[in-house]
């Protein structure tokens, strides 16, 4: 990681992990908990605070780069986790989430083309338009998935892995993946305090089918757990 921040390249690559977090606000027509309305987008939050990066672990099995960052009223921390000879690249995140009526999302914007997104859904996957161009593609600005969702071209792609947030939206060759909201009905502290998730970046050559999204994804989040046994 030394090397990387000592570039110019790696203080964009930096500057650009914390440019990825986007905050709308959010006002439902209806269910304030449970529904996300289309016009979010019309209606960003700045997010002006400066990041704040340390190293904290640099070693040859792995490096941790440390980021901590205002989001308006809320406070971040975040592990970026880079591991030897892998193509995974987590995000341990820490917010103390103070927020009211407000929309965190983190965006993946890469340098793929690709007229769907493939999600996994239960019992497998299955593709979701990239575009609006009707009316009823439009209407699916918001989407469920599980473990993963991907962009791919022929020989390559990319996937957004995640352990505990199952809304997203796919823009051209962007994921968006929904971190949090902060309905006030019918709780009014509703996810206000500290929430903890991780979610990952994996990229691959080759084909869909002889990459490692599907085991990645899984590794994330059933990792091995070490017990002291009797035998």
Request: charged share 25%; aromatic share 10%.
């Amino acid at each position: 990681i030394t090397s990387i921040l000592d570039k110019q390249t790696g203080k964009n690559w930096a500057k650009g992990l914390c440019n990825s977090f986007r905050m709308y606000k959010d006002v439902t027509t209806l269910f304030d908990a449970w529904d996300i309305d289309s016009m979010y987008e019309q209606l960003p939050v700045p997010l002006e605070d400066k990041a704040s990066f340390r190293i904290i672990a640099n070693g040859s099995l792995f490096a941790v780069l440390e980021v901590e960052r205002k989001l308006n009223n809320s406070f971040m921390k975040q592990q970026v986790i880079i591991k030897r000879n892998s193509r995974r690249v987590d995000f341990k995140t820490t917010i103390d989430w103070q927020e009211t009526h407000k929309l965190l999302k983190v965006s993946f914007d890469v340098d793929i083309h690709a007229n769907e997104a493939i999600h996994e859904i239960q019992f497998g996957h299955l593709a979701r338009p990239t575009h609006r161009s009707r009316q009823f593609d439009a209407d699916r600005f918001e989407v469920c998935a599980h473990k993963w969702s991907a962009l791919m071209e022929e020989n390559r792609g990319f996937a957004v892995l995640n352990d505990c947030k199952y809304g997203i939206s796919a823009l051209g060759s962007s994921l968006n993946l929904t971190l949090l909201k902060s309905a006030i009905a019918p709780d009014m502290t509703a996810d206000k305090g500290i929430q903890e998730f991780t979610y990952s970046f994996y990229a691959w050559n080759g084909c869909f089918a002889e990459s490692d999204v599907i085991k990645e994804a899984y590794a994330l989040n059933s990792p091995v757990v070490v017990k002291q046994g009797d035998a």
